[in-house]
């Protein structure tokens, strides 16, 4: 009876070993679960990975400019005296110099097709070639059109500028009314040129202030600022069409870069630096 007790209890006892055993087992797995996904969910919060697949960004695909699509670049110039080059001994003006500088850098073959410019030309007559059917012909086969006008409508040759006895003391009111009436052909001039070829990179050079020297309180500065003002809120209209600013490339030196000749062109150094100047907005 004893021995059936003392059976019964080791039987008792070893099941009872074996239970906690398992529990501890269990625990002790429970824990380390517990430990790794604590780990592994700390891991995430403290380094977060990105989620899906890492794919870099590239860059789109860079858009040729005109100059670099081209095989050969073609330039049609038309306006007035400092397109056709007066006052350049070498006969190249700033049209010619863009050519070479242009061919220079690019190392392609660079042609002038036309240079339409004549001397002395306003708004209004190049407002009336745009109409005929050479010039449109010969703008429709242009890469790069190169433009000056309005020089002559506001100075006109000095007429009216100048007073007192001698004829050296600067009005400035002879300009002022001369501007707004030169401004609506330019804006039609820009219409027509948009017109014949609305692909064509056009270059307006803006004017500069020739006069400066005599004009101690600069008034006829603002005028110019005024025309150039006008003629940029009329360019910006057109994506393919740029104003070229020249007036501060004469501002501190306009007797060095002017021709002794008349005193209001260009001398060759003037040209060469609205070359330059035209060359660094192409590039």
Known sequence: MNYAIYSQEGTFLRSSRFIWGTIGLTASITTIVFAVGFAYAANQIWFPKASGSLQLATEAPKKESMIESKAKLQIVALGDSLTAGTGDNTGKGYVGRVREKLEKETGKPVFVLNNLAIPGYKSDQLLADLTLKKTQD????????????????????????????????????????????????VQKILEAINKANPKATVMYVGLFHPFLDMDPKQEGSLIVQRWNNGVFEMINRYPQMVIVPTYDLFEQNLIKYLSSADHFHPNADGYERIADRILQILK
């Not at 003391?169 to 002022?176: G, I, Q, R």
């Open 138 to 185: 010969a703008l429709a086969q242009a890469d790069i059109i190169l433009l000056t006008i309005g020089g002559n409508d506001i100075f006109a040759g000095g007429d009216g500028l100048f007073q007192g006895d001698n004829q050296t003391e600067f009005n400035p009111e002879a300009a002022v009314s001369r501007v707004a009436p030169a401004l609506d052909k």
